[in-house]
């Protein structure tokens, strides 16, 4: 589907399965008719809850007139054509692989910056809901500055998760519901497909890459670390953690997954226990979409500590879904994670996988580690952990840097311990 960017696209030579280039393309009348929509869009009149609200804390959701202007952006000043050329500027494919236990399909959209040097470090990095592959994408402008082919010392893989994004299943295999094993058991496949079954990686994650990342350290040998920047306790983690005390800082951070669980998890709920319902109505219009998806991009970033995400950047995500058509593919995740109303969106821990792990804690995170009961937990296996000032649940779009030097710090310290040391170059 198009050409690839040259720079950083030299394949490992140790891949498996040549992937598919692949460029993002909507077409003209895709994009008439997306622009159509925005404007016949009804936005109801003004009243109590609608003037009161701010997505910032959580009351309420999202006010009237922030939707109007986000609207009146969209349809006059946003340019997804400019979006859409700075997006194929960075390596894209395509992969189809096949579960080995769930037997599913799956045609997997992933951007990359591959290295030239023998001894690169194989990282996979996994968004969530309402995310995107786009989340990583100025960590991969910062990347592709900073290094050249020569000297990156990492192939970088971006994948679109399974059924979100350009990622699909195609024929029998879409119409299976999709679990968190086999969504990371595919991400498991893209890897090895790769060539990076001999290597070993490193997976990360938040939201429910999160998720994927913890499911592929503990049921797949390839994946020899991994690092993560949300993680929310089972049952029993937190009773073993609950009488630990925290230190004022900690308790500040858990402050916000305290606040999510009482008056955030909502959505998630909806999602999963109506996910038909809640993807028909949200795919009749992009505005609708937008309410919906710009409410969480808002309130789960730093609008604190930071300047906010920017509107733009909260388009981009949206406008990717709209193109996509992936919004009720996507809700997977939560059928998976929140099957029925008071469950817990957690992975259980495999107790006879031992695996160390590093963590980011960003001040505004929806469901926090804090490193009291991460020790207690985890002891040396949670060989890494850093507390930032700034940042938010989206952290590698909203603070790309310091979620980069995160993962250098971490890779640096965890490659020789895990077999997957950094020499020189090729």
């Known amino acids: ?28 009348s895709d994009l008439s008719q997306f622009r159509s929509l925005i404007q016949q869009a009804v936005i109801p009149p003004e009243q109590f809850y609608n003037k009161h609200a701010n997505p910032a804390t959580g009351k309420f959701g999202i006010t009237r007139d922030w939707l109007i202007h986000a609207r009146d952006y969209w349809l006059n000043t946003y340019d997804w054509r400019a979006q859409e050329s700075f997006i194929n500027s960075f390596p894209q494919y395509t992969q189809t692989v096949v579960g080995p236990t769930s037997g599913q399909t799956f045609n997997l959209h992933f951007a990359a910056l591959f290295s030239l ?21 100025p960590m991969l402008d910062i990347l592709r500055s900073r290094y050249t082919p020569e000297t990156l010392p990492y192939h970088i893989v971006v994948p679109s998760i399974p059924d979100y994004g350009y990622s699909t299943r195609p024929n029998d295999s879409a119409l299976q519901e999709l679990t968190t094993e086999f969504a990371a058991e595919a991400m498991n496949e893209l890897m090895l497909s ?29 994946c020899k670390a ?22 004022e800082r900690e308790e500040r951070l858990m402050s916000g997954t305290n606040a999510w669980i009482k008056q ?35 309130e789960w970033s730093d609008n604190l500590h930071n300047n906010p995400l920017s509107l733009e950047k909260i388009l981009d995500g949206v406008s990717l879904y709209w193109f996509s058509g992936c919004f009720p593919r996507t809700m997977w995740s939560y059928r998976s ?10 992975v259980q821990e495999s107790k006879s996988v031992q695996k160390p792990f590093g963590y980011s804690a960003f001040p505004v995170e929806i469901g926090t580690l804090p490193k009291t009961w991460g020790k207690k937990l985890f002891g040396e296996r949670l060989a890494y952990y850093k507390e930032h000032e700034v940042g938010g649940h989206f952290a590698a779009l909203q603070e790309p840097e310091n979620f980069l030097d995160d993962m250098e710090e971490f890779l640096q310290f965890i490659a020789p311990k895990v077999g997957l040391t950094k020499g020189k170059s090729a």
């Open 1 to 28: 589907m198009g050409s690839v960017s040259t720079t950083f696209s030299t394949l490992p030579s140790g891949v498996q399965v040549q992937p598919t280039p692949f460029r993002i393309d909507v077409s003209d």
């Open 117 to 137: 040097r023998k001894d690169a470090i194989p990282v996979i990095f996994m968004h969530g809901w309402p995310g995107s592959f786009l989340e990583f994408v």
């Open 194 to 222: 790769l060539g990076f079954g001999s290597t070993g990686y490193v997976a990360q994650g938040g939201d429910v890459g999160y998720a994927l990342a913890r499911a592929m350290a503990n049921n797949h040998p390839a």
């Open 226 to 247: 991994s690092h993560l920047n949300m993680f929310m306790f089972t049952p029993e983690q937190f009773a073993a953690c609950k009488e630990e005390p925290l230190t």
């Open 264 to 298: 955030g998890s909502a959505y998630a709920y909806e999602h999963g226990t109506r996910p038909a319902t809640i993807a028909l109505t949200l795919s009749t219009n992009p505005v609708a979409m937008l309410a919906w998806m710009g409410e969480k991009f808002i």
């Open 337 to 346: 994670l929140v099957p029925e109303i008071g469950a817990t969106a957690v």
